[in-house]
């Protein structure tokens, strides 16, 4: 077991400045109207820097920027590119700890995951885009003897990113790297919750990029965001957050007819087969430690198993062995390394998720396990701890149809293949789900049938790079990851020569 220093502790890896402005054309820019807020760590619940509170006034800078930049960048060589990407990513991975660490402090997670995942999981996404870009290929069709028609892909120019709080820097890289590598600039906005984190990374990376091709604007929704999204000055809009948001971005960008990508909630059902309790054996061990996989990133994870299926004829046997599992999982210190669960990102999202305990409660709905605040004892008293919580009951009631992001966990029965896929769909979302069964033709079947962008079966909560992630129905619009991303930043140009 290893307990990391503190940010600014003496041993300690990294420190935080005390103060953040907006980063932009290259260097840091305080926020025109001089406006600073408080930004608290979800570990302790104490403040530990504030950060500039940008409005329309500081995007209008940062688009200025953005736009000086675009021509140049728009003009490099895709290896120039592809190169500088992969600079960025082997800054990132030399500093991985201390990476890590701000953004365990910034955002409540467990450091084993920034460590293990988060930070990791950046670094392959830039390498993946500044290889894919270098791939990528235009097209020649022959419309007769004397005429040709060549398709190239342009950069769109400066673009719009919005992100959320769950996970602070992949999220700015998942958004970042495919936006680069096709030769955009870029304007984007990080959560209020969790901005720190992103400008930690940017003082590390900054010197890398030239002037203005990316520039930070730190601040709240309305005062921050929306002037963005809503800006003649930029070709797209990409956002990650609530459902209810992205309907607001959309209507914005349709002022000025931008393209939009929305990711955007979910409510994903994991389905466990009654084969899975066939034998006694890692089918059976990887099938529980999927149920319990609600509660990775303290459940705020937008592909959150927040709704488990369990076949009537093993739901008993199953459930009670997931719920030993889930009582196992070590909720702790963020920063120790044997910390499976930490704080949720910020007070308010802790409120929610309480708040949602008690309507499962009123609805009638069965607490099998977990329920209350956590309270972690010395300074950790005033951080955002909740238990993983496991309720049981009907996919009509609210804790299974509204997304709760927080590690709670609502399990009902199915009685067969049909049933099953049934209350799967019987949600107004459509991101993630899992299926586990040893039998690969029902596994096969059911990820077809089931409406979500993503379905594992026998895995659940993997990101690669070039797999393919986004949402049907309210989930969202348009897909991340994976090469096709490149199109989402690209006009494509055709060329009718006459020769
Ligand atoms: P949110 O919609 O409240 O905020 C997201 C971002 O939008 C923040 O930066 C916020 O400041 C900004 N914003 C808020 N109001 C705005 C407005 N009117 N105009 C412009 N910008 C505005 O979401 P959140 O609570 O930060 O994040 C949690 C949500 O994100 C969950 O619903 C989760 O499912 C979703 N999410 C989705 C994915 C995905 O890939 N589909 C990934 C992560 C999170």
Not at 338 to 346: D, F, L, P, R, V
Not at 347 to 364: F, P, R, T, V
């Amino acid at each position: 077991m290893t307990v990391f220093a503190r940010p600014g502790a003496p041993d300690a890896l990294m420190s935080y400045s005390s103060r953040y402005d907006n980063w932009i054309g290259g260097e840091w820019v305080a926020p025109v109207k001089g406006q600073y807020f408080e930004n608290p760590t979800p570990v302790t619940g104490q403040t530990f820097c504030e950060i500039a509170r940008g409005t329309a006034e500081d995007i209008e800078l940062a688009l200025d920027a953005a736009h000086a930049a675009a021509p140049a960048w728009g003009k490099t060589s895709v290896t120039e590119r592809a190169n500088l990407i992969n600079k960025i990513a082997d800054r990132i991975e030399a500093n991985l700890e201390s990476i890590a660490l701000a953004e365990t402090w910034d955002n409540g997670k467990p450091i084993r995951e920034t460590m293990a995942a988060d930070i990791p999981l950046a670094i392959d996404h830039l390498r993946y885009f500044a290889g894919a870009v270098r791939a990528q290929e235009g097209s020649l069709s022959e419309i007769d003897s004397n005429t040709v028609a060549y398709h190239f892909h342009e950069p769109l120019g400066v673009v719009g990113q919005i992100i959320p709080w769950n996970f602070p820097i992949l999220m700015a890289i998942w958004k970042l790297a495919p936006a680069l590598a096709a030769g955009n600039a870029v304007v984007l906005k990080p959560a209020e919750q969790t901005p720190a984190s992103i400008l930690y990374l940017m003082s590390i990376i900054g010197d890398l990029l030239p002037p203005g091709v990316v520039n930070i604007v730190n601040g709240f929704g309305v005062e921050a965001g929306k002037p963005l999204a809503s800006s003649p000055r930029i070709k797209k809009i990409a956002f990650t957050g609530e459902t209810t948001t992205g309907r607001l971005i959309m209507q914005y960008a349709s002022q000025n007819l931008i393209p939009v990508t929305l990711e955007l909630g979910g409510k994903s059902p994991n389905i466990f087969f009654s084969d899975v309790l066939a034998a006694n054996d890692d089918f059976q061990d990887s099938a529980l430690e999927g149920f319990t996989m609600f509660a990775l990133n303290q459940g705020e994870v937008c592909t959150c198993p927040s709704r488990a299926l369990i076949q009537a004829d093993i739901y008993d046997e199953f459930l009670g062995a997931a719920v030993v599992r889930t009582k196992a999982v070590r909720q702790g210190d963020p920063l120790d390394t044997e910390t499976m669960i930490g704080a949720q990102a910020s007070n308010d999202q802790l409120e929610k998720i309480l708040s949602y305990i008690e309507i499962g409660k009123a609805e009638g709905a069965t607490l099998l396990t977990g329920g209350e605040r956590v309270d972690l004892g010395g300074d950790l008293s005033g951080g955002y701890y909740v238990q993983p919580t496991v309720f049981t009951g009907d996919n009509s009631m609210r804790i299974f149809q509204e997304e709760i992001f927080g590690p709670v966990v609502s399990v009902t029965s199915f009685a067969d293949y049909d049933d099953a896929v049934k209350i799967a769909n019987d949600t107004l979302y459509g991101l993630g789900a899992g299926v586990w069964s040893r039998d690969g033709s029902v596994a096969y079947r059911a990820g077809r049938d089931i409406q979500a962008g993503r379905v594992w079966t026998n895995t659940y909560h993997q990101y690669p790079a070039h797999a393919a992630f986004g949402g049907y129905k309210q989930s969202g619009i348009g897909r991340e990851n994976h090469r096709m991303m490149l199109d989402h930043y690209q006009q494509t140009k055709n060329l009718l020569v006459s020769y």
